[in-house]
């Protein structure tokens, strides 16, 4: 007879090996760790970034709807253009409040959840289209270069 494996009755090779042993599994589940451990920050920035974007499309947009009020009946209505933009991670407000005459306004987005991490801090835009940021980081990384 020869040196194969015979086969029984179940079909399979008798001295073959079937599936992973401990020592495989447990180095695959190290790898698998590490590569979560250095994925998870890298995605974690990425979805702030995106609820910052989120934020500053909705500060422009609440200062076009300011102009448009103001190109039809000469002053901005601090009262409209801010319901309805609160997205969960900021919220949003128009200063002064509620001003139907206003001469000037300032749009803010104040962050919260995790958006609050962000070292942006609050976002803002004004009638003379000046940005701010209250946080430590640069208003060019905050703003995305708009």
């Avoid at 000469?74 to 253009?81: A, I, K, L, M």
């Avoid at 997205?87 to 609050?116: C, D, K, M």
């Amino acid at each position: 007879m020869s040196r194969r494996a015979t086969i029984h009755r179940g079909g399979s090779a008798r001295h073959g090996r079937r599936g992973f042993g401990l020592l495989e599994l447990v180095i695959a589940m190290g790898v698998i760790a590490v590569l979560v451990g250095l994925a998870m920050p890298i995605y974690q920035r990425y979805v702030i970034r995106a609820h910052r974007a989120d934020a500053v499309r909705n500060l422009l947009a609440a200062a076009a709807c300011q102009e448009r009020l103001r190109a039809g009946n000469g002053f901005y209505d601090t009262s409209r253009c801010a319901s309805g933009m609160d997205t969960g991670h900021y919220a949003f407000r128009i200063e002064p409040a509620g001003e139907p005459e206003a001469l000037e306004f300032t749009v803010f987005a104040i962050p919260s959840g995790a958006a609050a991490a962000d070292g942006c801090g609050s976002l803002s835009l004004d009638h003379a289209g000046s940005r701010g940021v209250t946080g430590p980081r640069a208003l060019a990384d905050c703003w995305g270069g708009r």
